[in-house]
């Protein structure tokens, strides 16, 4: 079998054989395990790194490294970080220099550190833990892996999250050097920072640059993310030059596209210096981490070409408010807060200042004719961000003067950056792809150094699928509108977007907004978002989007929806610049820079009430609300602004599986020209959502074929009552057919469908979905929890069933306890012998057992193999269809035999774990023909003393230990005479038991009797 054990040997073979790790075994050398340093490792590395420092201050280094304190782990492991990149600063008292700093690890010669890899690692805090392998560089614990069972369903690579988030509270001292956590069920694998939440753990897919990205989930993928992150150099780098804190809280790792992409862009660059100063075009698609992209791009050329001035250049506002604002959050990492330029002048003044490092943000717009020279260094690198746009070309265009008919040559900014900059190198970004007639951007900054596409960043989830709803037909907008809109939108390609030409457009695009503003139209459109709203609103947080076409249509969107429907007026927000020429009513609702940045802290805020956001230009580009998952569009957009805008919906987000596009303006053919300009995987990459209606619809028919003979055709109409009737028959009928696993699965396949299409469904299909999950969330809960708390559940479910929404089935039950109810009490039985729906009756009763079998499997051996081979039988029996109620019959007869097994030790004084010696003591039939009930009771009392006294961590594993326990049990039954001779293998047993109970650490403190009849209960007691 493959099991977590086999899957840690996989791991150390690769690490010591392909990587050049060694390894040890942490059962196999003595340690202090309060520390999880390896202290002799870290004291061999700083003097062999330090030769010239004296011995005080290596000494003191060790110190500090071994007693990092801080309440927070975050302050604790960015400290450390801190420690590692710059090295330990000692302060020397008497000496010319104030403090010496001591190198912690040799990033330029890898080969210089010690690597190790420990499985099994004992460490002990509040409680003791043992994660399956540490990596240690130089006796510091950089990386814990965690794996689970390949092979075990119920194992997944989700429980390893939960592991590693639970060490992190437990054995909390082991994080403050972490660098990251890798976790793995021996099919999938990903890593994550100390601030990870689960879906922001990432697959690694590739070893080196040159290696084919890995995609399917198979071995492959811990091999992949092995090789390519601890491979010992990667690490290092890794390490180095491609983490940080961002803000201090998050903690930000380069995915394996920013750390391969950058590391290619650095050299790029670094040969453009001496070239002709075209760095390339890096190409990752938006969502994809683009802004963290630049910051590791920036901190690599500062490290490779000794602080070079570095200058961000974005086309927008707001763009550079957003990329400024996380290059802020990394001035840590970057060694320098960067700085905006407000004015054209201020720039002039940041450059002229500079003979040497800084980091500037400015708008494109801010470089025209009068810029003039700001500096011949070629030290200066230009970030150009979307590096594609129009005003980005440096070839001229002809500006024709109609009253004098006199032509001049007019060129885009990037002329007169170049000409500001002349000795600058470019290099440029972009999330949307370059037009292959695009030669002014391959003018700038060069060729493409390197691709992340949208189906690239959805395999990796990255980002999430995108789908496309047209709702054009719902509001009726004349296709003659959209002619119109297609030739004004010719007009804006040909005219270019210097200022005046955007004057000039407002003026001839009047027209066009009565068309789209026409108030019977507006009403339309609202009603239809109103409606389209609150089926989704519960879908996720309820974050939502409208794009309106211009300033005046939002304001009036925003009036209808609050006259429309208020209970809606405190969740929507207005945003867009102020003006002058707006009203007192108009500038109160629009506010003023500080609110805006108010509303945008509320939007993020996934637990804020504001829900809906009305938007015309700004918030459509840099702008992350990874909760937000529904965009309502009402404005023409093309190209690389339709494909920005889109974006700000597929954000990573929980249990979110796509961002829905909604169209009210016709955006279908731009839409698939955006897409003709990607890879060509990525041009069918956004869906209609007819598609998922269509597979929604026959997963409908196969489920209905699932309930041939069942009549649920009163569901829709039903009292409540009926309703929650007929969801209890539904799951009877489900198990009476044995058709559980297929019902499961074709259910998920549905549930996935609707959370797409469910506003393309028509009121009665939607209720038909809801009876299927309805019966699926009540057999998950009946195999999960055992009897679902029904008034609970009916409650909930109604709930669901008036709207027709479907919430996540998994989430729908609670479940009430009661500690001093036992599950298999004989009140509880009866109930369950008493139910009309004799295979839910099964189901419960068996989930019961199982449950009660697991807590016997971790405290007692004897009872644990007779229980579960008779339930064993018993479904066995069940599966082949026997009569139910035979079946049900003889499992209550277990149930009652388990409730016997546990009074009968109550009934002894014994506790649960005593009872267990006792169990194993006599559990030779010749046994008690030897020894009175009395002397084995007065025996497991004795083993208990006896390995609670002499216990040591991981005895039962390491041989040293787990022979001395074995001699001293082996010697405490000679003193009994035990066992009889014709018995020689009874000891063992016991022995084993032993064993299995030092496994589940149920020695931790003495045996407390108060709570032996809650230990025999179980942990957790249920209302039926």
Not at 137 to 165: C, F, M, W
Not at 391 to 403: A, T
Not at 623 to 647: S, W
Request: with cysteine; glycine share 4%; charged share 30%.
């Amino acid at each position: 079998m493959f099991t977590e054990d086999s899957l840690e040997s996989v791991v150390l073979e690769l690490l010591e054989d392909e990587l050049g790790y060694s390894t040890l075994n942490g059962y196999d050398f003595e340690r202090d395990y309060h520390s999880v340093v390896l202290e002799t490792d870290l004291r061999d590395a700083l003097y062999s790194l330090n030769p010239s420092l004296p011995e005080e201050v290596i000494e003191a280094a060790l110190r500090k490294l071994t007693y990092i304190d801080d309440a927070s782990l975050v302050g604790a492991n960015q400290q450390f970080q801190k420690y590692l990149i710059e090295g330990v600063s000692i302060e020397v008292y008497g000496e010319d220099v104030p403090s010496r700093i001591v190198k912690v690890i040799d990033f330029e010669n890898p080969n210089n550190n010690t690597f190790k890899a420990i499985n099994q690692f004992t460490v002990i805090h509040k409680a003791e833990k043992r994660p399956d392998v540490v990596v240690f560089v130089n006796g510091l614990p950089l990386v814990v892996i965690e794996l689970k069972s390949a092979v075990r369903e119920d194992a997944t690579i989700h429980d390893g999250y939960l592991q590693i988030k639970t060490y992190q509270d437990i054995i909390k001292p082991l994080f403050h050097y972490n660098a990251f956590s890798i976790i793995s069920d021996g099919i999938n694998a990903r890593f994550g920072s100390i601030t990870a939440d689960y879906d922001r753990y990432m697959q690694w897919k590739q070893v080196d640059r040159n290696s084919p990205i890995v995609d399917e989930p198979h071995i492959a993928q811990i091999n992949t993310l092995l090789k390519g992150m601890l491979h010992k150099e990667r690490l290092l780098d890794i390490v180095e030059n491609f983490t940080f804190f961002a803000g201090g809280k998050a903690k930000i790792i380069a995915g394996y596209h920013q750390y391969f992409g950058m590391n290619k862009a650095i050299d790029s660059v670094v040969r453009a210096i001496d070239g002709d100063k075209r760095g390339g075009v890096v190409w990752h698609t938006q969502g994809s981490g683009k802004s963290f992209s630049m910051v590791f791009l920036s901190a690599g050329l500062i490290h490779h070409l000794n602080n070079p001035t570095i200058v961000v250049v974005t086309d927008r506002n707001d763009l550079d408010e957003q990329i400024h604002g996380t290059f802020s959050s990394a001035a840590d990492f970057l060694r320098q807060a960067p700085v905006r330029a407000e004015s054209r002048q201020d720039l002039v003044d940041l450059l002229e200042n500079r003979s040497v490092g800084g980091i500037f943000f400015t708008t494109i717009q801010k470089f025209t004719e009068e810029t003039g020279l700001l500096s011949n260094r070629h030290d200066i690198i230009v970030i150009a961000d979307e590096a594609h746009r129009s005003q980005y070309g440096i070839d001229p265009d002809i500006k024709i003067d109609k009253k004098t008919l006199e032509a001049e040559l007019v060129y885009g900014y990037a002329k007169y950056l170049r000409d500001a900059l002349p000795n600058a190198t470019f290099i440029g970004f972009t999330g949307t792809p370059i037009d292959s007639n695009d030669k002014s951007t391959i003018g700038v900054f060069g060729e493409l150094i390197d691709v992340y596409d949208m189906t690239q960043a959805k395999l990796d989830g990255a980002t999430v699928d995108l789908h496309y709803e047209n709702r054009l037909a719902k509001v009726h907008l004349d296709e003659s509108i959209l002619d119109q809109i297609d030739a004004e939108v010719a007009k804006i390609e040909s005219q270019g977007l210097t200022p005046e030409k955007i004057e000039k457009l407002k003026k001839d695009l009047v027209t066009m907004e009565a068309v789209i503003g026409d108030e019977d139209r507006l009403n339309l459109v609202v009603d239809d978002i109103l409606s389209h709203y609150e089926i989704r609103k519960n879908m996720l947080k309820g974050k939502a989007m409208i794009v309106a076409y211009s300033r005046k249509i939002a304001y009036r969107m925003y009036q209808l929806i609050k006259e429309k429907a208020p209970e809606l007026a405190p969740k929507i927000g207005l945003v867009m610049t102020d003006s002058n020429k707006d009203d007192q009513e108009m500038r109160d609702i629009v506010g003023n820079k500080k609110h805006r940045q108010a509303l945008a802290n509320q939007f993020k805020d996934e637990n804020s009430d504001f829900k809906i956001a009305i938007v015309v230009d700004m918030w459509l580009t840099g702008f992350d609300v990874p909760c937000m998952d529904t965009m309502y569009i009402d404005k023409i957009m093309k190209e690389h602004n339709l494909m920005q805008a889109i974006a700000r919906v597929n954000r990573v987000y929980k249990n979110k599986q796509a961002g829905l596009i909604v169209d009210y303006i016709g955006l279908s053919k731009y839409l698939k020209e955006a897409l003709n300009t990607y890879t060509s995987r990525d041009r069918n990459s956004i869906p209609e959502i007819e598609k998922a209606k269509e597979i929604l619809m026959t997963e409908v028919e196969i489920l209905e074929g699932m309930f041939h003979g069942f009549d649920f055709s009163l569901y829709m109409k039903a009292t409540p009552k009926e309703r929650f009737e007929l969801i209890q028959d539904g799951v009877e009928h489900v198990l009476k057919e044995r058709a559980k696993e297929t019902f499961l699965k074709h259910v998920a396949r549905l549930q996935n469908a609707y959370n797409i299409c469910a506003t393309a469904l028509d009121f009665p299909v939607r209720v038909q979905v809801s009876f299927f999950i309805a019966v699926k969330s009540f057999i998950v809960k009946v195999e999960r929890d055992g009897m679902p708390n029904v008034e609970e559940f009916k409650k909930k479910i109604m709930a669901m069933i008036e709207q027709a929404i479907i919430k996540d089935g998994d989430e729908v039950v609670t479940i009430s306890a009661k500690k001093e109810k036992s599950l298999l009490s004989v009140e509880n039985l009866q109930k369950i012998m008493a139910m009309k729906r004799k295979n839910v009756a099964a189901a419960i009763l068996k989930k019961l057992i199982d449950d009660k079998i697991k807590w016997f499997e971790q405290t007692n051996i004897v009872r644990s193999g007779f229980f579960s081979e008779k339930l064993k039988n018993i479904v066995e029996r069940y599966n082949q269809a026997e009569d139910i109620e035979v079946l049900i019959t003889q499992m209550i007869d277990i149930a009652k035999e388990i409730e016997s097994a546990i009074n009968e030790g109550i009934d002894m004084q014994l506790s649960p774990e005593e009872q267990a010696f006792y169990d194993a003591l006599a559990k030779p039939e010749l046994v008690k023909a030897h020894y009175q009930s009395d002397v084995l009771r007065e025996m497991a009392k004795e083993l208990i003393r006896l390995i609670t006294e002499n216990r040591t961590p991981d005895w039962y594993k390491r041989n040293d230990a787990r022979a001395n326990m074995r001699s001293l049990i082996k010697r405490l039954l000679k003193r009994y005479k035990y066992p009889p001779d014709e018995i020689p293998d009874a000891t063992e047993l016991v022995i084993k038991q032993a064993e299995l109970q030092m496994k589940y650490n149920l020695y931790s403190t003495q045996p407390d009797r108060s709570n032996y009849q809650i230990a025999a209960d179980g942990k957790v007691k249920y209302e039926i």
